[in-house]
């Protein structure tokens, strides 16, 4: 069975290298990707250099367990460590957005919170899923991001030229 899964991909340290090797692992790992624009965006929560932020989709035989493994796993080979703090600088910060409509609130929070209030991370999601519906809202990622308050976070389209493979 395919799932389809959408990742949040983060970095305020080297963004451009962070962001294009995570990319490319991801390819790896699940195929094709369908990837939104890049943002940059200020730091949420802290005081520290500007994001690259961005969304991608896959579809992926591979478990909600292993999507999390493979995940961390990415996130350990960029400097990632195992105990640090939420809001502080990130080489790679890899995020489970949505993973088909699972709704669950144990240790992994799906869909993930920031959805609905991270300018970041919702206006690339409606990019590569516009007609998605988010489960709990049972609102497209369209319709979220046409009703956000898009005065409470700035974000600034980046122009990065992709490796072709990974489109």
């Not at 799932?3 to 949040?8: K, P, R, T």
């Not at 490319?24 to 965006?41: Q, R």
């Not at 809001?87 to 669950?104: E, M």
């Amino acid at each position: 069975m395919l799932h389809q899964v959408y990742i949040g991909i983060g970095s305020n340290i080297e963004r451009e290298h962070h962001t294009k090797t995570a990319l490319k692992e991801l390819s790896e790992l699940f195929g094709k990707l369908t990837i939104s624009n890049v943002y940059e965006s200020e730091a949420v929560g802290f005081n520290g250099a500007n994001f690259y932020n961005l969304v991608v989709g896959v579809q992926t035989e591979c478990g909600l367990d292993e999507v999390c493994l493979a995940l961390r796993s990415i996130e350990f080979k960029h400097g990632r460590q195992q105990h640090e703090k939420k809001f502080a600088p990130r080489t790679l910060d890899l995020d489970l957005l949505l993973f088909d409509d699972v709704v669950c609130c144990d240790t992994l929070v799906l869909p993930r919170e920031e959805i609905e209030h991270n300018a970041f991370v919702l206006l690339p999601l409606s990019e590569v899923a516009p007609d998605t519906i988010h489960p709990i809202a049972q609102k497209t990622m369209a319709w979220l991001w046409q009703h956000y308050d898009k005065s409470k976070q700035k974000l600034w389209k980046i122009d990065i030229n992709w490796d072709q493979d990974l489109l």
